[in-house]
């Protein structure tokens, strides 16, 4: 499906992959309202964000879950066509690869196989998976969410 | 009080003076004259105040207690309850009277982040599961100070002051 080495989804070893390129776009689902924080100016919301906690992995984690931009591309999908595949989807938020790698140990490309004993959408295969490669460090963390962008959000307010 | 580096973001190691007569003579005032005993009671009024005023705390944590086990999509476990009774006892202490709200984020990896942003600085108490205790404050278009532990609370007081006060 691309040049990138697909590598074990259950396994606990990743390595950047060289092939996926520093201008390769990486989505994340955020999938929680407590994750999503505001925006002020003084008292008054004027906006929000999406908290750099959203890129803590579990610590039994090899990574942090992305979708990969040229995978989708490829399949003439859009991070918009994913949008709410996942449930409870509350926002998009997107990093470059190089970004990534910065405040990471790089980027892999861990296709998730069908998982039959699993419900719902956790039980379908996504071809489109990788994962930024933990440690990332709280201060990675906020550097790498310094360079994101929300794409999408739809929890509004405070 | 001095700068920190290129911030303009004033370091204390205290809250302002006027911070301190404003909370300890609210704490004097419910009390009653010749009622207090101990430093440890006047603290604990001043706790008690601060929960009461900064009721977005307590409003949050309960909800974080809350959490179910896959409560971010990508299968967190539920909060350690200890490490949500610590955040609320250290903003309990840090936090003065009635401030901005904030908002208190967990992280899949177990840790918990009260943080603040605005158009011209963000800054943020992490708690990490391992217990670490760090703050973090950036300045609109400025480098990055973090500190840990003792120091910690020394600039997430500042930044208090600073933004909060």
């Known amino acids: 499906m691309s040049g990138f080495t697909a590598q074990n989804y259950f396994g606990s070893v990743r390595f950047d992959d060289p092939e996926i390129p520093g201008s390769e776009v990486l989505y994340r689902h955020c999938r929680t309202p407590v994750q999503i924080v505001p925006v002020r100016v003084g008292a008054v919301t004027v906006g929000e964000k999406i908290s750099d906690q959203a890129f803590k992995g579990r610590s039994s984690d090899a990574g942090v879950s992305i979708e990969i931009d040229s995978l989708l591309a490829k399949a003439n999908k859009s991070w918009s066509d994913r949008y709410g595949l996942m449930p409870n989807t509350k926002a998009m938020i997107s990093v470059t690869a190089a970004d990534a790698r910065v405040s990471s140990k790089g980027v892999a490309w861990t296709p998730k196989p069908k998982q039959p004993d699993l419900e719902g959408f956790a039980r379908a295969e996504n071809e489109f998976h990788g994962e930024i490669i933990l440690p990332i460090t709280p201060s990675q963390a906020r550097q790498l969410f310094s360079q994101a962008k929300i794409l999408r959000s739809d929890v509004g307010g405070a | 009080v001095v700068n920190s580096g290129t911030s303009q973001l004033k370091y204390a190691s205290m809250p302002s003076p006027r911070l301190l007569a404003a909370t300890f003579s609210g704490a004097l005032a419910l009390a009653g004259p010749g009622t207090l005993s101990s430093n440890y009671e006047l603290s604990k009024i001043i706790q008690t105040r601060h929960a009461e005023a900064n009721r977005w705390i307590t409003s949050q944590t309960n909800a974080l207690r809350q959490l179910e086990p896959n409560w971010d999509g990508y299968d967190a476990e539920p909060l350690n309850p200890s490490i949500i009774l610590r955040m609320e006892t250290l903003l309990g202490d840090l936090l003065p ?69």
Request: charged share 25%; aromatic share 10%.
């Open chain 2, 97 to 165: 009277h009635e401030v901005i709200s904030g908002s208190i984020v967990p992280g899949a990896d177990g840790s918990l982040q009260a943080e603040w942003h605005f158009d011209r600085a963000s800054f943020g108490l992490l708690l990490e599961e391992c217990g670490r205790l760090s703050c973090w404050v950036r300045p609109h278009e400025q480098k990055e100070i973090e500190e840990f532990e003792l120091a910690a609370r020394d600039l997430f007081t500042s930044a208090v002051i600073t933004y909060l006060a």
